[in-house]
């Protein structure tokens, strides 16, 4: 990511990353996605977690590390005020996922939701 906000700097319908308030990414782990949810003034990643107990607390970070580590450095990089150290927040409202082949279109419908500011308790 980091390679690619510093060598492109791309835009987005004219939106240059200064103007960005929110960051979202699916993250393979254990087999499974999970959509993670950056808002950049809080310095905050929200975890949307569609299986609330295949992963511990630990596990959760040690397997999203690297997104820990390269937002702020290319935050930082394009300008964007946030701070060194994210917060994860586990967002315990995640409608769960019964159907476990499933996880990868359930999270894109995630993102989906969120990056249109619609609610996400409506997806089924």
Known sequence: MLEWVISLSPTFGGKSWEGCTHMYIPVIVNHYCIALEI??????IYVYDLDHSCLTQEQLEQNIEPVIVIVPMMARRVILTMQDKLAIMRDKTTARQSISVDYDIFVI???EFLSIVHNVGRIN
């Open 39 to 44: 808002v950049f003034s809080e310095s905050t």
């Open 109 to 111: 419908k995630y993102i």
